[in-house]
């Protein structure tokens, strides 16, 4: 395989000869024959000038497409139509041969084919071909001449004796094997334990962004849409799926059978799948008439795990079908869980593959969170049925045309099948709050990216991409209406249905759709640009006049770290157009909104009448994607409300809103740190999981930069037990019955958090719950939804005893047992411990592929693991780049949270120096850069603000 590469060098391209399939170096093609004497040697000289001649002539006249596979994006010269695969999968010994017939349309006249290929042995004794279809048989024959792999951009290239003629229809046909792979990517093998006590085997695929090429040569680009029709050959004790039904079945012999299916409708590649397995399925037929199946080990199905899932796809498919108001086009959609899968979930079109734990749900085991991370992720990829899969981005700069409709959309999918959940009012805990911490890094990126170069598209799958996109999605909706952003919607969707499509398309339907419905002077591009083309976000800053009644309001781009140079330039200015939303004390259900425009220094707004003793409260459940500041008496207003009895006129999102914000104005040297923490102390009257949640992940921060600093959490611990324990009193460890969502995630959260503290009966009962499981082998006395606390106390105040028991329990356990035990083994305050973990974790053999960069993230985060986690990741970097950096989020994720705690000078040198020596760090540069950044801001914070917060801490009553 070595000699099909393409070695270093301009000219060191190894191409095959294509009547014996010989390698011959296109430098010297001639093999000089030492015969002797004048007539040999004047021949030769001649035959050298006219091969001179030849390679000039040649060179020349080829200019113009010289080189095009040095160039990381496919040349638009040729367009494929059709795919005609035939796969021949053996799960014995792990081979993958095949042979794909390509029907492609010229645009432009080329004699170079280039299409993607990785990791894939083309065939040599029958190369590649070239030819014109039957309906172009008057086409001149363009043969091949010779091809090779340029493995620096992973193509293919065809070299032709003749150009292919403009709109002439011509079919490539490629032979090619390889392994059934190891890696998450790709067509892929994975593995389970059936009840029989045997392992099992299948292959899944897993194509987004850049992976279709590693299973099958393709046009491997989004716009490269085209039809497909796949046959699967595979042993007959194994059930093939693809993305359309089955067409027919017919023996090939030897035990294998054939499997052909249904032709697909358009799509791009990285949206191709298929699978072999021994799974078993149960299935419905929507009221739409789309057959939809859950797959997964018999074990599962036979249990009743895929029961609730498959009744959320049902009604979520029907649901966005009406809501849409676009039918969905195929007539089956299958729903796969496999065991070992890189991401949540991938929304192949017609063929959906998970996480198991993503998928399938214990209804004898109830977690009202377990329920909600199932039902959600089953509406996100049902999401994408129609913005992804019909509609898809013209390039992987858009991703957020796929990403952040499907993240703001599965919301709508969920609160339609669990209503009870108010699923609605958690998005700006879930989404908005999170990405606005990363998105106000001098080091962020806009949610429409510019890419120019592969490791980016990896990158370009992260919360600013899913979650600012999700965020500012939720923003236009308020303010240009819900039903006239699904009238735009649905316009967009009927218009590029089957095609791609760029990001100024939708806001053309948008814009259209607003003015037809009154909206006359609403320019939705010129909004929404100052939102996607460039990068952060404004805190607004509201100053009253309480003489007046009125107040200035003013936009700044929101930096948490002030000193951070931003030396990205924009074309606005970092200034945007604010839908600001307000109301006031005495006017609460009745906010008012206003524009802010970019071009205005500030506005002044009129507070509805407003006393000077009312607070003001601006962004009304924290729709609009900006934080606030206040003028110092109306801080004082706002925390004064919150501890008196009436807090709770203030929304909950609202509550939390505030505390998120005063810290991070604080950390920005907006707000002073008494005042952020002021904000805190009604937290003792709070019942409501979200505001809790909310100030937990804000005052977190303190906790990770100053968390070892013993002068402070000697005094830090002691408040926020304070604060949480009359929760953890109220609600205790009886099961909460017949109470609502919120009831049950606000218990399992005070519990946790009461423990997690230090409340002394709350350790006590944890610790006799997890000892009595030991004792007894049998843990079915924990409620499912308390078990992830009741395991991290235990471990985290026991010894070796406790985490040997939990590793052993893990070793056995079933994949939803195994997710609340991997996070909780990293509880433990024993370094040796936690570096046994470490290395045990890259073991395959005792932690799954996926879950192996989770342990390290899970260690990395814990208060005991900082220095464990870096020191094992510098250590064992090549293993987790080697293994890792061809997934989407994996290493971007390990950098974040391995770094989450540097804030010292030794930590920021260890960084430089690690980067100094590593200057490639792939997929996770991004996730370097704003780590360095963290870290400078991180030490700056605790030179600023330790003592204030100390002295803090120290003068409370």
Same mark, same amino acid.
């Given at each position: 395989?070595?000699?099909?590469?393409?070695?270093?060098?301009?000219?060191?391209?190894?191409?095959?000869?294509?009547?014996?399939?010989?390698?011959?170096?296109?430098?010297?093609?001639?093999?000089?024959?030492?015969?002797?004497?004048?007539?040999?040697?004047?021949?030769?000289?001649?035959?050298?000038?006219?091969?001179?001649?030849?390679?000039?002539?040649?060179?020349?006249?080829?200019?113009?497409?010289?080189?095009?596979?040095?160039?990381?994006?496919?040349?638009?010269?040729?367009?494929?139509?059709?795919?005609?695969?035939?796969?021949?999968?053996?799960?014995?010994?792990?081979?993958?041969?095949?042979?794909?017939?390509?029907?492609?349309?010229?645009?432009?006249?080329?004699?170079?084919?280039?299409?993607?290929?990785?990791?894939?042995?083309?065939?040599?004794?029958?190369?590649?071909?070239?030819?014109?279809?039957?309906?172009?048989? %008057?086409?001149?024959?363009?043969?091949?001449?010779?091809?090779?792999?340029?493995?620096?951009?992973?193509?293919?290239?065809?070299?032709?004796? !003749?150009?292919?003629?403009?709109?002439?229809?011509?079919?490539? =046909?490629?032979?090619?094997?390889?392994?059934?792979?190891?890696?998450?990517?790709?067509?892929?093998?994975?593995?389970?334990?059936?009840?029989?006590?045997?392992?099992?085997?299948?292959?899944?695929?897993?194509?987004?962004?850049?992976?279709?090429?590693? %299973?099958?040569?393709?046009?491997?680009?989004?716009?490269?849409?085209?039809?497909?029709?796949?046959?699967?050959?595979?042993?007959?004790?194994?059930?093939?799926?693809?993305?359309?039904?089955?067409?027919?079945?017919?023996?090939?012999?030897?035990?294998?059978?054939?499997?052909?299916?249904?032709? *697909?409708?358009? &799509?791009?590649?990285?949206?191709?799948?298929?699978?072999?397995?021994?799974?078993?399925?149960?299935?419905?037929?929507?009221?739409?008439?789309?057959?939809?199946?859950?797959?997964?080990?018999?074990?599962?199905?036979?249990?009743? *795990?895929?029961?609730?899932?498959?009744?959320?796809?049902?009604?979520?498919?029907?649901?966005?079908?009406?809501?849409?108001?676009?039918?969905?086009?195929?007539?089956?959609?299958?729903?796969?869980?496999?065991?070992?899968?890189?991401?949540?979930?991938?929304?192949?079109?017609?063929?959906?593959?998970?996480?198991?734990?993503?998928?399938?749900?214990?209804?004898?085991?109830?977690?009202?969170?377990?329920?909600?991370?199932?039902?959600?992720?089953?509406?996100?990829?049902?999401?994408?049925?129609?913005?992804?899969?019909?509609?898809?981005?013209?390039?992987?700069?858009?991703?957020?045309?796929?990403?952040?409709?499907?993240?703001?959309?599965?919301?709508?999918?969920?609160?339609?099948?669990?209503?009870?959940?108010?699923?609605?009012?958690?998005?700006?805990?879930?989404?908005?709050?999170?990405? *606005?911490?990363?998105?106000?890094?001098?080091?962020?990126?806009?949610?429409?990216?510019?890419?120019?170069?592969?490791?980016?598209?990896?990158?370009?799958?992260?919360?600013?991409?899913?979650?600012?996109?999700?965020?500012?999605?939720?923003?236009?909706?308020?303010?240009?209406?819900?039903d006239t952003l699904r009238k735009g919607l649905k316009s967009y969707l009927m218009k590029n249905a089957y095609g791609n499509t760029?990001?100024?398309?939708?806001?053309?339907?948008?814009?259209?759709?607003?003015?037809?419905?009154?909206?006359?002077?609403l320019d939705v591009k010129a909004v929404m640009d100052t939102w996607t083309l460039q990068m952060g976000y404004p805190v607004v800053?509201?100053?009253?006049?309480?003489?007046?009644?009125?107040?200035?309001?003013?936009?700044?781009?929101?930096?948490?770290?002030?000193?951070?140079?931003?030396?990205?330039?924009?074309?606005?200015?970092?200034?945007?157009?604010?839908?600001?939303?307000?109301?006031?004390?005495?006017?609460?259900?009745?906010?008012?909104?206003?524009?802010?425009?970019?071009?205005?220094?500030?506005?002044?707004?009129?507070?509805?009448?407003?006393? %000077?003793?009312?607070?003001?409260?601006?962004?009304?459940?924290?729709?609009?994607?900006?934080?606030?500041?206040?003028?110092?008496?109306?801080?004082?207003?706002?925390?004064?409300?919150?501890?008196?009895?009436?807090?709770?006129?203030?929304?909950?999102?609202?509550?939390?809103?505030?505390?998120?914000?005063?810290?991070?104005?604080?950390?920005?040297?907006?707000?002073?740190?008494? =005042?952020?923490?002021? &904000?805190?102390?009604?937290?003792?009257?709070?019942?409501?999981?979200?505001?809790?949640?909310?100030?937990?992940?804000?005052?977190?921060?303190?906790?990770?930069?100053?968390?070892?600093?013993?002068?402070?959490?000697?005094?830090?611990?002691?408040? &926020?037990?304070?604060?949480?324990?009359?929760?953890?009193?109220?609600?205790?460890?009886?099961?909460?019955?017949?109470?609502?969502?919120?009831?049950?995630?606000?218990?399992?959260?005070?519990?946790?958090?009461?423990?997690?503290?230090?409340?002394?009966?709350?350790?006590?009962?944890?610790? *006799?719950?997890?000892?009595?499981?030991?004792?007894?082998?049998?843990?079915?006395?924990?409620?499912?939804?308390?078990?992830?606390?009741?395991?991290?106390?235990?471990?985290?105040?026991?010894?070796?005893?406790?985490?040997?028991?939990?590793?052993?329990?893990?070793?056995?356990?079933?994949?939803?047992?195994?997710?609340?035990?991997?996070?909780?083994?990293?509880?433990?305050?024993?370094? !040796?411990?936690?570096?046994?973990?470490?290395?045990?974790?890259?073991?395959?053999?005792?932690?799954?592929?996926?879950?192996?960069?989770?342990?390290?993230?899970?260690?990395?985060?814990?208060?005991?693991?900082?220095?464990?986690?870096?020191?094992?990741?510098? !250590?064992?970097?090549?293993?987790?780049?080697? =293994?890792?950096?061809?997934?989407?989020?994996?290493?971007?994720?390990?950098?974040? !949270?391995? =770094?989450?705690?540097?804030?010292?000078?030794?930590?920021?040198?260890?960084?430089?120096?690690?980067?100094?020596?590593?200057?490639?760090?792939?997929?996770?540069?991004?996730?370097?850069?704003?780590?360095?950044?963290?870290?400078?801001?991180?030490?700056?914070?605790?030179?600023?603000?330790?003592?204030?917060?100390?002295?803090?801490?120290?003068?409370?009553?």
């Amino acid at each position: 395989p070595d000699a099909q590469f393409k070695m270093s060098g301009e000219s060191g391209d190894w191409r095959y000869k294509m009547k014996t399939g010989e390698k011959a170096d296109k430098e010297s093609p001639w093999k000089w024959s030492r015969r002797g004497g004048k007539i040999a040697a004047a021949a030769c000289v001649v035959l050298l000038c006219i091969g001179i001649i030849l390679i000039i002539v040649f060179e020349t006249t080829r200019t113009s497409e010289s080189k095009t596979w040095k160039q990381n994006r496919l040349p638009d010269t040729i367009m494929p139509v059709h795919y005609d695969l035939e796969v021949r999968v053996d799960l014995t010994t792990f081979e993958l041969n095949g042979q794909v017939a390509i029907d492609v349309r010229c645009a432009t006249p080329t004699k170079y084919v280039i299409l993607h290929s990785s990791e894939q042995e083309i065939d040599r004794n029958r190369p590649p071909t070239v030819r014109g279809t039957q309906a172009s048989d %008057a086409l001149p024959v363009a043969t091949v001449t010779s091809w090779f792999l340029y493995p620096e951009n992973e193509y293919l290239v065809l070299e032709l004796s !003749d150009n292919l003629l403009k709109g002439g229809l011509y079919t490539i =046909t490629i032979n090619f094997n390889g392994p059934v792979r190891t890696a998450l990517n790709g067509f892929y093998r994975s593995s389970y334990v059936n009840e029989q006590g045997e392992t099992r085997y299948l292959g899944s695929t897993d194509m987004q962004p850049m992976d279709a090429r590693k %299973a099958v040569p393709c046009f491997d680009e989004p716009a490269f849409k085209a039809t497909w029709t796949v046959t699967v050959v595979h042993q007959e004790e194994y059930t093939a799926l693809a993305n359309m039904p089955l067409e027919s079945s017919e023996s090939r012999g030897g035990g294998f059978v054939a499997d052909r299916f249904q032709q *697909m409708v358009r &799509m791009p590649t990285y949206l191709f799948a298929f699978a072999v397995c021994d799974f078993i399925s149960i299935g419905t037929m929507s009221s739409t008439g789309v057959e939809t199946r859950i797959w997964a080990p018999s074990k599962y199905i036979n249990a009743g *795990m895929g029961d609730y899932g498959l009744d959320v796809a049902d009604r979520v498919l029907v649901y966005f079908e009406d809501y849409f108001g676009v039918p969905f086009p195929l007539p089956k959609i299958d729903h796969i869980a496999i065991p070992d899968f890189n991401s949540g979930a991938m929304e192949n079109w017609g063929l959906i593959t998970y996480r198991e734990t993503r998928l399938l749900y214990d209804t004898n085991a109830p977690s009202a969170t377990t329920r909600k991370g199932v039902a959600r992720i089953i509406a996100h990829e049902l999401a994408h049925m129609w913005f992804g899969d019909l509609v898809t981005m013209q390039w992987w700069d858009g991703t957020w045309l796929n990403e952040g409709f499907a993240t703001y959309y599965q919301y709508k999918g969920l609160d339609f099948v669990e209503p009870e959940m108010k699923v609605m009012e958690h998005f700006t805990y879930d989404r908005t709050q999170p990405v *606005m911490v990363m998105d106000s890094l001098a080091s962020s990126h806009p949610v429409f990216y510019t890419i120019t170069n592969p490791n980016q598209i990896t990158e370009i799958f992260d919360s600013i991409t899913y979650s600012k996109g999700a965020a500012i999605l939720r923003m236009l909706e308020g303010f240009i209406g819900e039903d006239t952003l699904r009238k735009g919607l649905k316009s967009y969707l009927m218009k590029n249905a089957y095609g791609n499509t760029v990001q100024d398309e939708l806001w053309t339907e948008l814009t259209a759709a607003a003015r037809e419905d009154g909206q006359t002077d609403l320019d939705v591009k010129a909004v929404m640009d100052t939102w996607t083309l460039q990068m952060g976000y404004p805190v607004v800053s509201l100053t009253r006049d309480y003489t007046s009644g009125t107040a200035e309001v003013t936009q700044q781009h929101f930096l948490v770290d002030a000193a951070a140079e931003v030396t990205v330039t924009s074309e606005f200015g970092y200034r945007w157009y604010v839908p600001l939303t307000y109301a006031t004390e005495g006017n609460l259900l009745n906010p008012t909104q206003t524009w802010m425009n970019p071009n205005e220094a500030s506005t002044r707004i009129n507070l509805q009448g407003a006393y %000077a003793n009312q607070w003001v409260l601006a962004n009304m459940n924290h729709v609009g994607f900006y934080r606030v500041n206040y003028d110092p008496t109306n801080w004082g207003l706002l925390a004064d409300h919150l501890n008196g009895d009436a807090y709770q006129d203030i929304p909950a999102d609202n509550r939390g809103t505030l505390i998120d914000d005063a810290f991070n104005l604080a950390r920005a040297g907006m707000l002073d740190l008494p =005042t952020a923490m002021s &904000m805190t102390q009604y937290l003792q009257k709070e019942r409501h999981f979200m505001p809790w949640s909310m100030a937990l992940s804000a005052t977190g921060y303190i906790e990770d930069v100053v968390g070892s600093v013993t002068a402070i959490s000697d005094l830090w611990r002691p408040y &926020m037990r304070q604060l949480i324990s009359p929760f953890y009193e109220e609600v205790g460890w009886t099961l909460l019955q017949g109470g609502d969502y919120n009831t049950e995630v606000g218990q399992t959260m005070a519990l946790s958090n009461a423990c997690g503290y230090g409340n002394s009966r709350c350790v006590n009962n944890a610790t *006799m719950m997890f000892n009595q499981w030991i004792d007894t082998n049998n843990n079915s006395h924990i409620p499912e939804r308390l078990k992830s606390t009741v395991y991290c106390t235990a471990i985290r105040n026991g010894g070796r005893t406790e985490w040997d028991f939990a590793w052993q329990q893990y070793l056995s356990a079933e994949a939803s047992e195994k997710t609340l035990l991997l996070p909780a083994m990293a509880c433990t305050q024993d370094t !040796d411990t936690l570096n046994t973990y470490l290395v045990r974790s890259q073991d395959e053999s005792l932690v799954r592929r996926h879950s192996a960069p989770l342990v390290l993230r899970y260690v990395g985060r814990s208060s005991a693991g900082k220095d464990q986690a870096w020191a094992f990741l510098r !250590d064992n970097w090549d293993f987790y780049f080697d =293994t890792y950096d061809g997934t989407s989020f994996t290493m971007t994720g390990i950098v974040n !949270d391995v =770094t989450l705690q540097f804030s010292t000078q030794n930590d920021l040198d260890e960084l430089e120096t690690f980067l100094a020596a590593h200057p490639n760090q792939g997929t996770a540069t991004q996730a370097f850069s704003q780590a360095v950044e963290k870290t400078k801001a991180n030490i700056r914070w605790r030179q600023d603000n330790e003592d204030s917060l100390r002295t803090w801490l120290q003068n409370l009553p």
